[in-house]
């Protein structure tokens, strides 16, 4: 049976005083994807950002394996055996890609050589990138050891934005194999994509949000087929 | 150019290199330039020669306990002034770092008055190679200098807490969603670079004099050095700190020797210019 490792309830975060994301409440079940889709603004980046305690939440409940995260910084979430990649500035660029993957085994150094093995066996085509600076890879390489780095301590959880971005249509194609990969593994995901069709697809539950809060909410399939869905945010029907 | 002019530029080279290092290791961490490196020098000088004039410890001890003592110092002015202002613009941290050297200038100024010292170490002959002189303290210099920059070389590449301060430098955020701690790992660089400083401020009191400008007057071309190698890149400042070194040997050419100090300006005016990045930075894209 499937057990919650992360829920939120409630969850309100932002800004300053400006509020971005609201009274957000999900769960995520061992070995399951859901995918948030929703316009540009709508406060995807921002509730993972939240969960990953790189954003602190105003009010509200986020919970890794039924543990209190809340409030927690960024360096004491990673420990809670969830990794956060996040779109951007996911890889030390001045650092070797070998060096990345062991920046991702921080918080436990004795398991990096074993941990980097499984992430070479897991991403071949960066063993033989070992000692090139992150910064000279291309965009999918970047991605693979921004993946990697993530992947070093088992996480049960896995929160992904924007896997997908700024990729080539083959390099997206790899990406979400990579990600169901990873899911089959046994790691739960929860992913924002823009790439939102693609994204579902793979999905086994998604989450629509519009201006901060949850719009719908149901299994990939049946929001993939919904008709206001695919009007409002997938732009044509699946 | 002649041997001895080589030497010189060497000398200088070994002088400024290491604080150089450290510049641009604090710039990496803390993201603006911290001017307040001529106090912590001058705090260096001044803490050698209490250890080896007023308490009697040879050289060596008192350089051990001036690198302590500076790296206490620079690490509490980080807790104490930078810390709860780093929210700030680079700009305004700028400024009160300026604000810092003058405090720590007149702190020393206020206990040991202008007067120029020096250590209470055995005179030397200098030795002569070839027709030109180095004394057996720059020679020790340079040396020093060479072992901090392959040490710290050692503890960048090859340590943790070394992946840490790249890391953090590199992008702090990520650090932290990796479970880095960059405020220890802060706290650490700090120290590691008041040493650097404070162990300057030896070389300084060896080479030049011990007096409150000590620090300041090296502060342009360790400044220039830094920003010729590339800000934040701690080797360049190395290539940096040599091409400073012949460059301030090489106006005396041509110049009297008192343009020597204009020599660190000229440099970062030109690279300003034409190269802000530095010979080994990379260009930041501003969207």
């Known amino acids: 049976?499937?057990?919650?490792?992360?829920?939120?309830?409630?969850?309100?975060?932002?800004?300053?005083?400006?509020?971005?994301?609201?009274?957000?409440?999900?769960?995520?079940?061992?070995?399951?994807?859901?995918?948030?889709?929703?316009?540009?603004?709508?406060?995807k980046s921002t509730l993972l950002k939240t969960i990953a305690g790189v954003v602190r939440p105003i009010s509200g409940s986020v919970q890794v394996a039924g543990r209190e995260i809340a409030g927690l910084s960024a360096a004491q979430v990673a420990r809670s055996g969830m990794a956060y990649v996040p779109q951007e500035a996911n890889v030390f660029r001045?650092?070797?890609?070998?060096e990345n993957l062991a920046m991702g085994a921080w918080g436990d150094p004795a398991r990096t050589d074993k941990a980097r093995a499984r992430?070479?066996?897991?991403f071949p085509d960066l063993r033989s990138l070992r000692r090139e600076r992150a910064g000279n890879l291309s965009g999918g390489q970047r991605q693979m050891v921004a993946f990697g780095m993530a992947l070093m301590l088992e996480p049960q959880v896995l929160l992904l934005d924007e896997p997908s971005a700024g990729l080539s249509?083959?390099?997206?194609?790899?990406?979400?194999?990579?990600?169901?990969?990873?899911?089959?593994?046994?790691?739960?995901?929860?992913?924002?994509?823009?790439?939102?069709?693609?994204?579902l697809r793979?999905?086994?539950?998604?989450?629509?949000?519009?201006?901060?809060?949850?719009?719908?909410?149901?299994?990939a399939e049946e929001l993939l087929t919904s008709k206001e869905v695919s009007d409002l945010y997938l732009g044509t029907r699946a | 150019m002649s041997l001895q002019m080589i030497i010189n530029a060497l000398v200088n080279a070994a002088l400024i290199a290491p604080p150089a290092m450290a510049f641009s290791l604090l710039f990496g961490i803390l993201r603006f330039p911290n001017f307040a490196i001529g106090g912590y020098i001058t705090v260096g000088a001044f803490a050698a020669y209490t250890f080896n004039v007023v308490f009697g410890l040879s050289l060596p001890l008192a350089a051990a306990g001036a690198m302590a003592f500076t790296a206490l110092v620079v690490w509490g002015t980080h807790i104490i002034v930078f810390r709860p202002m780093q929210e700030q613009s680079a700009i305004t941290?700028?400024?009160?770092?300026?604000?810092?050297t003058l405090i720590l200038e007149n702190v020393i100024r206020f206990f040991f008055s202008s007067d120029v010292r020096g250590f209470d170490i055995p005179l030397e002959r200098p030795w002569k190679v070839m027709n030109a002189h180095i004394t057996p303290e720059q020679l020790q210099i340079i040396a020093w200098s060479l072992v901090i920059g392959v040490s710290l070389h050692l503890l960048l590449a090859h340590t943790r807490i070394g992946r840490a301060m790249r890391a953090v430098a590199d992008n702090p955020m990520l650090a932290?969603?990796?479970?880095?701690?960059?405020?220890?790992v802060t706290a650490f660089t700090t120290a590691v670079c008041g040493a650097l400083f404070g162990l300057t401020g030896v070389f300084a009191g060896l080479d030049l004099v011990i007096e409150p400008l000590v620090g300041w007057n090296l502060t342009i071309p360790i400044f220039a050095a830094a920003i010729l190698g590339g800000i934040g890149s701690p080797y360049g400042a190395i290539l940096g700190a040599l091409l400073v070194g012949l460059a301030e040997e090489a106006t005396i050419l041509v110049l009297p020797s008192t343009y020597k100090v204009a020599v660190g300006f000229v440099i970062i005016a030109v690279l300003l210019l034409l190269r802000p990045q530095g010979l080994f930075g990379t260009a930041?894209?501003?969207k």
């Open chain 2, 284 to 286: 930041e894209i501003k």
């Open chain 1, 1 to 43: 049976m499937s057990e919650t490792v992360l829920a939120t309830r409630g969850l309100t975060s932002g800004y300053g005083k400006a509020v971005i994301c609201q009274d957000v409440t999900l769960a995520l079940s061992t070995g399951q994807i859901i995918c948030i889709i929703g316009p540009n603004g709508a406060g």
């Open chain 2, 176 to 184: 932290a969603i990796r479970g880095v701690n960059a405020a220890r």
């Open chain 2, 93 to 100: 941290l700028l400024v009160v770092s300026m604000a810092v």
């Open chain 1, 169 to 199: 249509p083959l390099m997206v194609r790899q990406m979400f194999d990579i990600v169901r990969r990873v899911n089959a593994e046994g790691v739960a995901i929860l992913m924002v994509e823009q790439n939102a069709i693609e994204g």
């Open chain 1, 202 to 219: 793979i999905a086994h539950r998604g989450l629509v949000m519009a201006a901060g809060r949850v719009a719908f909410e149901g299994a």
């Open chain 1, 119 to 122: 992430v070479y066996d897991m």
């Open chain 1, 94 to 98: 001045q650092l070797t890609t070998h």
